[in-house]
């Protein structure tokens, strides 16, 4: 069997999974890999991973993408067409009959907005650790029902309007570009998506590489905020540096500042996009508007500075300040 590239040396067989209309398919097994560090940070090697919206134009792209990177996708969901395969991949028609088939954790969404946080609150209500949510454009509305409706569920949310979650050269959970992620010691939290893959750019080419980026999203509610993901790099002892990129609008930046200032065992870089925006008018995201003092990039980078963070002015200098950060 071609396995891709990362994983060629540990294919270690099959599992086979059985189809409703009676077929069944084979998909690949991978033995761990016991030279690596041991990644616990949302997505590695052994996720087992759904596509909700399997069958559509970028659940197909994306699902292929993310198979050529290695990510153990073991089947995907569109209503309608269970029992059949793409992709080499089962389908089934909803995500509790793919978590019992499969044993899938971990489900990435790729479904319209209107239909996005019935998709999100499906997965969760099947068990499934972990939901990244790609789709841009789900109603506000939508999402404070989504919200309540997590509180008290074991489910974590990543997004929506997200580029996803890579742990480099094991998992690749979302949309970004899987080349530009080596394998590495920093960990990068961001609500940007091109920032993401630019810091992670930077962050290779200075000799340091990438444990686990994991993009937010720019809405105005999220599932796992800046804090909240920051925390996960600073209790993952394969991350030595945490790269940090927010923007104007909201307070998550300075609540993540001041938890890194009580808890900080690591350098943390800080970008903040947005430092020429009129306040008052939205840039990019829907999230992203200036509607008080502190709103401002320079009351972010004033209050990240204050709290331990190195703030640069320019992502251009996102890589050598990390670089001399681990230095010190």
């Given at each position: 069997m071609n396995v891709p590239g990362v994983y060629r040396k540990r294919y270690i067989g099959v599992q086979t999974i059985k189809l409703s209309n009676a077929q069944t398919i084979k998909l690949p097994?991978?033995?761990?890999?016991?030279?690596?560090?041991?990644?616990?940070?949302?997505?590695?090697?052994?996720?087992?991973?759904?596509?909700?919206g399997f069958t559509?134009?970028?659940?197909?792209?994306?699902?292929?993408?993310?198979?050529?990177?290695?990510?153990?996708?073991?089947?995907?969901?569109?209503?309608?067409k269970g029992g059949s395969a793409h992709l080499d991949r089962p389908v089934f028609n909803t995500v509790a009959d793919a978590v019992k088939s499969t044993g899938a954790d971990v489900s990435i969404i790729f479904v319209p907005p209107a239909f996005a946080a019935?998709?999100?609150?499906?997965?969760?209500?099947?068990?499934?650790?972990?939901?990244?949510?790609?789709?841009?454009?789900?109603?506000?509305?939508?999402?404070?029902?989504?919200?309540?409706?997590?509180?008290?569920?074991?489910?974590?949310?990543?997004?929506?309007n997200c580029p996803g979650v890579i742990t480099?050269?094991?998992?690749?959970?979302?949309?970004?570009?899987?080349?530009?992620?080596?394998?590495?010691?920093?960990?990068?939290?961001?609500?940007?998506?091109?920032?993401?893959?630019?810091?992670?750019?930077q962050a290779v080419k200075?000799?340091?590489?990438?444990?686990?980026?994991?993009?937010?999203?720019?809405?105005?509610?999220i599932g796992t905020t800046t804090r909240e993901a920051v925390e996960l790099l600073m209790n993952d002892t394969a991350t030595e540096g945490i790269i940090m990129i927010g923007e104007i609008g909201g307070g998550m930046e300075a609540e993540a500042?001041?938890?890194?200032?009580?808890?900080?065992?690591?350098?943390?870089?800080?970008?903040?996009?947005?430092?020429?925006?009129?306040?008052?008018?939205?840039?990019?995201?829907?999230?992203?508007?200036i509607g008080g003092a502190d709103d401002t990039a320079a009351a972010k980078m004033r209050i990240l500075s204050e709290c331990g963070v190195h703030v640069v002015a320019s992502p251009a200098?996102?890589?050598?300040?990390?670089?001399?950060?681990?230095k010190k």
């Open positions: 097994n991978f033995a761990p890999n016991l030279k690596k560090r041991s990644m616990s940070v949302l997505v590695n090697k052994n996720s087992k991973v759904i596509v909700q559509g134009t970028e659940g197909t792209f994306h699902a292929g993408q993310m198979i050529d990177y290695g990510t153990n996708v073991v089947g995907g969901v569109t209503p309608g019935d998709a999100i609150m499906e997965a969760a209500d099947a068990g499934v650790g972990l939901v990244v949510c790609i789709t841009e454009g789900i109603p506000v509305q939508d999402m404070v029902k989504v919200k309540n409706y997590l509180q008290g569920k074991s489910t974590r949310l990543i997004g929506p480099a050269g094991e998992a690749k959970v979302g949309i970004m570009p899987g080349f530009i992620f080596k394998p590495g010691n920093i960990g990068i939290v961001s609500k940007s998506g091109t920032l993401t893959y630019e810091a992670a750019d200075a000799g340091l590489g990438i444990t686990t980026a994991i993009g937010i999203g720019g809405d105005p509610i500042a001041r938890w890194i200032k009580e808890n900080n065992k690591k350098p943390v870089v800080g970008f903040i996009a947005g430092q020429t925006a009129p306040a008052g008018r939205r840039m990019g995201h829907a999230g992203a508007i200098d996102i890589g050598k300040t990390m670089a001399e950060a681990l």
